[in-house]
């Protein structure tokens, strides 16, 4: 067995695409081996910001010899009537390199067998690999130089090598040798003997290519810098990322800031230093300190200059932030919702003002659902909730909306609740961050969302599986996981009417009386008819995708069938909850046999004076002792329990009897055994 190496040497490659070029650099090779029968162990790719690098390990010394049959002409074409190969079936048999005797007729067809003999790996590497490299794709592709392919950066050196042989191969102008590249401030270039060096020898010359090492480095060396001070530093999966992929060699650095800076915003700070500027924050005890670690991709012990410069950047940063958060403070943040009259939510649905101002209505609409007498900092938290998108520092830090309108809600003198609820109407931010804690954010939050969905949905622009308009997917998920997460009694589908209702409809131009008559319309179609319905749907389908990672996804359709989940989430949880434990294959078996039966409901009331088999009778009786009052688990067992009584019905009984009257009873009667089933899911889905 044997190993492989290749390694494209590039000028610094955009951090963003290299995650994506070591997932496909993987199934590329993968495939390549897969499709050529060629064994092989594993596939490593590994990659920095100057290099990509595939090791492939227990590689096979050559591709089999394969046998292919191949079709010829028809009998009668290949052979005349003396039963010699025609020009037609000579030509065939010269085309694949066989005599007439290897020629063999089936199915009224000439056949041959062809033998394919194997390649060597050598042979398969050297014409494949150049094709694999450049099939890469990234944003910014472009030609370098006079060359006219097209790669992500300029290729300045190439390694390809097998255990310690040379592999020649040429991508784009770049001939390959076993000669790679250290660190720049480090050895200018390193022979590589064997394809098990690699890594160790990249080491040596301070350039971790393993991301996975590096990433560990990263960590580990903020950490210890950071234990110094006694804190701990700040850092997301996405600061991590990055940092990972614009460094070969990390090596941190602590800086420090003016303590002045801690009087901005925490959120503000520390966005700007991860964010913008790609910095770990550190906290003590709690709290942001002005000491921040960046990762150098620097050899040496002569840090001052650098130091000196990324002080001088944060603080330009930081002092833009100070003059934009003193601009801002002038006036109080109620003074903004006026201004966002200036900016369009979606073509068709107004401004961000009418949102506001639907928001309002929306919360109100929520909290009567759940009973809340007084609603004022809820009614207050939404018409706020969007106002800081008008303030400088947003319009500068975009990432920090509802945090920023937070702090000017506090330093208006807003209520604390109304504060929190501005910052929390965000959330949830991604699929596994926090939801709100308070209900300002949480009914704010989903009235917020809610309106954005229905906007999509009533513009025509629902997502596809190429795009998410205004985050549609996001939202539904966000209403769902607040819904559970505080465990509101809220009916959605009354919401996604009300919604719809408070949308915008007017155009520019029309007479009054023609806004009214197409309002009107527009309001009862979106009601009544598809819009809503599509909407629904849509939730529906993020909800099942939400708790598929704990249910069967057969049981949650099954439970979504029977009734609209969206009407009470808890209530069709725990019917979920309940029937993922049904284990009476007896039970589910006849109420499926029931559904098979009754394509059609029957509108018919049950006359016991019909019945003429004591079975009948027993069912009745049975189906009636079951209590719809009891909690579902105790329902799902009485239904087990009349099991007995339904399986003698079928086995006692003929459904389909001569006798109309009879039959249409036995169909009204399974019609009310379903309506029992039913109550708890839709057993035949299951």
Not at 264 to 275: I, N, Q, Y
Request: charged share 30%; hydrophobic share 40%; proline share 3%.
């Amino acid at each position: 067995m044997s190993k492989y190496l290749l390694e494209i040497g590039t000028e610094e490659l955009p951090y963003r695409f290299i995650p994506s070029a070591i997932t496909q650099l993987q199934k590329l090779f993968e495939d390549f081996l897969n499709n050529n029968k060629v064994g092989f162990n594993d596939v490593k790719v590994y990659a920095t910001p100057r290099r990509l690098a595939v090791i492939v390990d227990g590689l096979e010394s050559q591709s089999p010899d394969e046998v292919k049959v191949v079709k010829g002409p028809i009998k009668k074409v290949a052979y005349d009537e003396n039963g010699n190969l025609s020009k037609a079936g000579l030509g065939f048999a010269n085309k694949n390199g066989v005599s007439a005797e290897d020629l063999y007729v089936e199915n009224d067809y000439v056949h041959a067998k062809i033998l394919i003999k194997g390649k060597s790996i050598v042979e398969l590497l050297q014409e494949n690999v150049p094709a694999l490299v450049l099939k890469l794709q990234g944003s910014h592709f472009m030609r370098w130089a006079d060359n006219e392919e097209k790669f992500s950066r300029p290729i300045r050196w190439i390694v390809s090598i097998l255990d310690r042989d040379e592999v020649k191969i040429k991508i784009i102008d770049k001939e390959s040798s076993n000669v790679s590249r250290g660190h720049r401030f480090a050895q200018a270039s390193v022979v590589i003997g064997h394809p098990d060096d690699y890594v160790e020898l990249m080491r040596n010359c301070c350039v971790i290519v393993d991301q996975n090492e590096r990433r560990e480095r990263i960590v580990e060396r903020a950490k210890s810098e950071a234990a110094k001070f006694g804190a701990e530093p700040y850092y997301t999966e996405d600061l991590l990322d990055e940092v990972t992929f614009i460094t070969e060699y990390p090596v941190p650095a602590v800086c420090d800031f003016s303590e002045e800076y801690l009087k901005l915003p925490e959120e503000l700070v520390v966005t700007v230093m991860a964010v913008h500027q790609r910095y770990f924050a550190l906290y003590k005890d709690g709290k942001l300190i002005n000491k921040f670690i960046t990762m150098t991709n620097y050899l040496g012990d002569e840090f001052e200059n650098i130091k000196a410069g990324n002080v001088r950047v944060i603080k330009a940063r930081l002092d833009d932030a100070v003059f934009f958060f003193n601009e801002d403070t002038k006036k109080p943040l109620e003074g903004y919702v006026e201004d966002l009259k200036g900016i369009t939510f979606q073509k068709g649905m107004g401004t961000m003002f009418d949102k506001a101002q639907r928001l309002v209505k929306l919360s109100r609409n929520i909290c009567n659902q759940l009973g809340i007498k007084d609603s004022r900092t809820i009614e207050r938290t939404a018409l706020l909730c969007k106002a800081d998108l008008t303030t400088n520092l947003v319009f500068e830090f975009t990432e920090l909306q509802g945090y920023i309108g937070a702090d000017y809600a506090r330093v208006s003198g807003e209520v604390p609740a109304v504060a929190e609820g501005i910052k929390e109407h965000y959330f949830p931010l991604n699929a596994e961050s926090e939801t709100a804690k308070g209900i300002e954010g949480q009914i704010v939050g989903i009235a917020d969302k809610i309106d954005t969905i229905a906007a999509v949905f009533a513009e025509g622009k629902k997502p596809t599986g190429s795009s998410d308009p205004l985050g549609v997917r996001r939202a539904a998920l966000g209403i769902i996981r607040t819904i559970f997460a505080a465990d509101l009694n809220i009916d959605l589908t009354d919401l996604i009417h009300q919604t719809l209702l408070h949308l915008p409809v007017a155009v520019e131009g029309e007479s009054f009386g023609d806004k009214i008559k197409k309002a009107a319309g527009s309001c009862v179609n979106r009601v009544s008819g598809k819009v809503s319905d599509e909407i629904n749907e849509f939730i529906v389908q993020r909800l099942i995708i939400y708790l598929s990672d704990k249910y069967s996804k057969n049981v949650l359709e099954a439970c979504a069938a029977n009734s609209d989940p969206l009407e009470n989430l808890a209530d069709y949880l725990d019917r979920v909850k309940v029937v993922s434990k049904l284990e009476s294959p007896a039970m589910l078996e006849s109420a499926k046999r029931v559904s098979r039966l009754l394509k059609e409901p029957v509108n018919i009331a049950v006359n016991p004076d019909l019945f003429d088999a004591p079975a009948e009778s027993e069912l009745y009786k049975q189906i009636n002792m079951v209590d719809e009052l009891n909690d579902y688990e105790k329902y799902l067992g009485e239904l087990e329990e009349i099991n007995p009584a339904v399986e003698k019905f079928f086995a006692d009984v003929l459904v389909m009897d001569k006798d109309e009257r009879i039959k249409q009873n036995r169909l009204a009667l399974l019609n009310q055994l379903k309506q029992k089933y039913d109550y708890i899911a839709d057993f035949s889905k299951l």
